[in-house]
């Protein structure tokens, strides 16, 4: 009986730091791609940092750092090295023939990773698209590698047929590909619409990947998704119905994790599912306090949110993952309209948030306070689908309530009789 095992990659890591930047930051980036090479299936085995001006424009590191690389293959038995920014394709190439072993970049891992994630045909079809991109003008180089190698991290996804074609079939295939990403935008906005019929409100979930934003919409609404200590552990974005205590109700809308040099290709293909964010009327900013790394997580966030288009929007600032926090901290975002502690995982907090949740929302709406003849109970069922009825008292002449409704709502449901005008408080 022939024993068939899944041979592990074993990796070195290789990074850049250059002079504007920390060299503590480097080691961070370093260890945030070892946490990818991991999700990815690959071990390990080495780590080399070369400080520079700038990156060298043919082979990524100097010449010294070079041998320095071929002498830890040799002693570790590597059978490739990932380094922490996107190659050029001369450098991918240059460094395949100077250290004839299998390169690759931070951009090729997140590809893969997330070529293992997708599950449903758009996140299928914005992963293809992404690869296609990225791999264009690489297909000389990759074709040798892994005619080479074969298997490993890259080449999940479209496989290795797509590699073989020229680049006027990938050319025509990325072209299919943005067709059918149209027809899924037109869907999502489709879907849009028909929630802004509803009155109510939207908050997408954005943070750095695995910050818990599933647990956090899994506590919230017992969506039942899949939720990891794991990056990128889902990519497909889920809207599911909170309601809350005082009967309020809220769309949340998960959506694609950030991290730092987020592959271009990665979020323009995937851009009308972070658009999310840009037509919701809350961002839930989930954040992990337990990670060294918080601060620097939090700008990311920010900066992808900006480079979206996202921007004037109520942010609520969600400190996530107090269970393992085990010293008393001073946490704060000063770009947040409101901030919230908790623990997505065991609940603690969580009251406390969704109090702080129905008193955002009830900020936002107008008051009402009138008497309804029973000729306007449609205008009363508005009232209790839409907005929050504080009081309610039956009359001879009518329905007298006291509620909060949706402003763009005010004008479909205040009383209109010229005899007993509207209070409005």
């Known amino acids: 009986m022939i024993d068939l095992k899944k041979e592990t990659e074993r990796v070195i890591l290789v990074g850049v730091?250059?002079?504007?930047?920390?060299?503590?930051?480097?080691?961070?980036?370093?260890k945030e791609l070892k946490d990818l090479a991991d999700t990815a299936g690959a071990k390990t085995v080495?780590?080399?940092?070369?400080?520079?001006?700038?990156?060298?424009?043919?082979?990524?590191?100097?010449?010294?750092?070079?041998?320095?690389?071929?002498?830890?293959?040799?002693?570790?038995?590597?059978?490739?090295?990932?380094?922490?920014?996107?190659?050029?394709?001369?450098?991918?190439?240059n460094l395949q023939d100077e250290l004839d072993i299998k390169v690759m970049d931070r951009t090729l891992v997140i590809l893969d990773i997330f070529a293992a994630r997708a599950s449903t045909s758009e996140g299928k079809i914005q992963v293809e698209l992404a690869q296609l991109k990225y791999r264009q003008t690489r297909l000389t180089g990759f074709g040798t590698a892994m005619s080479r190698l074969g298997g490993g991290i890259g080449t999940?996804?479209?496989?290795?047929?797509?590699?073989?074609?020229?680049?006027?079939?990938?050319?025509?295939?990325?072209?299919?590909?943005?067709?059918e990403l149209k027809d899924v935008k037109r869907h999502r906005e489709i879907t849009r619409e028909q929630r802004s019929r509803s009155y109510t409100p939207v908050?997408?979930?954005?943070?750095?990947?695995?910050?818990?934003?599933?647990?956090?919409?899994?506590?919230?609404?017992?969506?039942?998704i899949l939720a990891e200590d794991k990056l990128f552990a889902t990519l497909d974005p889920t809207t599911r119905n909170l309601k809350l205590p005082g009967g309020q109700e809220l769309l949340l809308t998960d959506t694609v994790g950030f991290i730092s040099k987020l592959p271009h290709h990665l979020i323009d293909a995937f851009r009308s599912t972070l658009e999310e964010a840009k037509y919701a009327d809350f961002i839930f900013h989930v954040v992990d306090v337990s990670n060294p790394r918080m601060d620097s997580q939090m700008y990311t966030v920010y900066e992808t949110l900006e480079n979206l288009g996202v921007k004037d929007k109520p942010v609520i600032t969600i400190f996530n993952k107090q269970d393992k926090v085990t010293e008393q901290q001073i946490i704060r975002d000063f770009r947040a309209d409101y901030t919230a502690s908790l623990s997505a995982k065991t609940g603690?907090?969580?009251?406390?948030?969704?109090?702080?949740?129905?008193?955002?929302?009830?900020?936002?709406?107008?008051?009402?306070?009138d008497l309804y003849s029973y000729a306007d109970m449609s205008k009363l069922q508005l009232i209790r689908r839409f907005g929050q009825l504080e009081e309610e008292e039956y009359r001879e002449d009518g329905v007298f309530i006291r509620a909060y409704v949706p402003a763009d709502l005010y004008e479909r449901v205040k009383v209109s009789r010229g005899d007993s005008p509207n209070r409005v408080l």
């Open 17 to 30: 730091n250059l002079s504007r930047q920390s060299e503590e930051d480097t080691r961070d980036s370093l």
């Open 46 to 93: 080495g780590m080399i940092i070369q400080s520079r001006e700038q990156v060298h424009p043919g082979t990524y590191v100097g010449k010294g750092k070079l041998e320095e690389i071929k002498d830890l293959l040799w002693e570790t038995e590597a059978s490739g090295i990932i380094c922490d920014d996107e190659l050029s394709p001369a450098q991918m190439k």
């Open 156 to 179: 999940r996804g479209p496989g290795e047929k797509k590699l073989e074609m020229d680049r006027r079939l990938i050319k025509s295939r990325i072209a299919v590909l943005n067709r």
């Open 203 to 224: 908050a997408a979930i954005v943070g750095y990947t695995n910050a818990g934003k599933s647990t956090l919409l899994n506590t919230l609404t017992g969506a039942g």
């Open 348 to 369: 603690k907090g969580v009251p406390e948030f969704l109090d702080l949740l129905e008193a955002v929302l009830r900020d936002r709406k107008v008051a009402v306070e």
